[in-house]
């Protein structure tokens, strides 16, 4: 006859899985692939053109959407969902936006893949400046 575990046991083994479902799910956003979703489903409204510096860029992760300014006047528009897992950018410094789940970083310029593990760009978003403030999607 096999012995049923003791409470120790299977309370510490309830929090292995416990933990390991959460760091599972700090990686995914729970769609079918990290591309999904990745775009906005209509305009978005992301306020004052004037935020985003010139050579520079603005991450806007409430909307996850990083937005450069190349040139003056000049804006380009990313999801900010990175293409490996799906986990939000979570910082611009200089010209690259990072990943905090698994370190990726893209060019925020481009959306082009600097360091891996990601091996697909940030999906561009459609960008207007109209009456000063900014509209993607």
Same mark, same amino acid.
């Given at each position: 006859m096999s012995q049923s575990p003791d409470r120790r046991t299977v309370l510490r083994g309830a929090a292995l899985a416990g933990?390991? $479902?959460l760091g599972l799910t700090a990686c995914s956003s729970g769609d079918s692939g990290?591309?999904?979703?990745?775009?906005?489903? $209509?305009p978005v409204d992301l306020g004052a053109a004037a935020e985003v510096p010139v050579g520079g860029a603005k991450l806007y992760r409430e909307d996850r959407l990083l937005v450069s300014q190349p040139a003056k006047g000049t804006y380009k528009c990313f999801s900010a969902k990175c293409t490996h897992a799906g986990c939000i950018l979570s910082d611009v410094e200089k010209k690259e936006g990072s990943c905090p789940c698994h370190g990726s970083r893209f060019d925020v310029t481009t959306g082009e893949v600097l360091q891996g593990p990601a091996t697909e760009p940030l999906p561009e978003v459609p960008v207007k400046s109209k009456g000063g403030k900014l509209i993607a999607g």
């Open positions: 933990a390991t $479902g990290a591309n999904a979703s990745a775009l906005p489903d $209509g």
